[in-house]
């Protein structure tokens, strides 16, 4: 990728905003994202290299929302669902998804196993208004990826579902914050921790 295409976190957004005017948003802005994630090193020298868990706003509007997240290793997301479209790239790492449906006239809301999707580096997706989810980064290093929402992501009534039963649980944004806090403290305390 030539020098002057460059990743640019701020032309990123901008080139998003633009593609929600497309016949099919969702599908325009997968597109910028794979352009995106095309040059990973572009992104990292951008960004940084990612160095701690976390959902770092790149974006946050009623309209859209664009993360970077940094999975970190071996972190695990529930279930859950986004109540909107979105279009997901990774530039490094692995992020394993599990892809669940409702299951038929469950009084609890259940869902069950629908299919996998596996994404690294330079690869994108999009989701559907209606999917769920769950996210596995299967690697002893962390994950980056950017995620671009229809809609507002941290403001939003969305569903989670329990790891134990998987019944249907309201959406806590502050629970999800959380488990990347605390991938980063699980980091710290591996870090410190005297060699085998």
């Known amino acids: ?83 909107m479209w979105a279009a997901i790239g990774i530039y490094s790492g692995r992020e394993d998804n599990t892809l669940w449906r409702p299951m038929p006239d469950d009084p609890q809301g259940r869902i069950e196993a629908a299919g996998a999707l596996s994404l690294g580096p330079g690869r994108a997706t999009v989701f559907g208004v209606d999917a769920v989810h769950s996210v596995v980064n299967p690697l002893d290093r962390m994950t980056g990826a950017l995620h671009v929402y229809g809609g507002d992501f941290f403001h939003r009534d969305g569903s989670e579902w329990s790891p134990e039963d998987l019944s249907r649980l309201p959406l806590d944004i502050d629970r999800v914050r959380a488990e990347f806090d605390r991938s980063a403290r699980l980091m710290d305390l591996m870090a410190a921790a005297p060699a085998a």
């Open 1 to 83: 990728m030539a020098h002057h295409d460059r990743f640019d976190p701020d032309r990123f957004v901008e080139d998003c905003r633009r593609a929600l005017a497309d016949d099919s948003p969702r599908h325009a802005v997968h597109e910028v994202v794979a352009r995106a994630v095309a040059d990973p090193a572009g992104i990292d020298a951008a960004l940084g290299v990612p160095e701690r868990p976390g959902l770092h706003p790149l974006h946050a509007a009623p309209d859209l929302t664009v993360i970077r997240v940094v999975w970190g290793p071996r972190m695990v997301l529930r279930p859950h669902d986004h109540t």
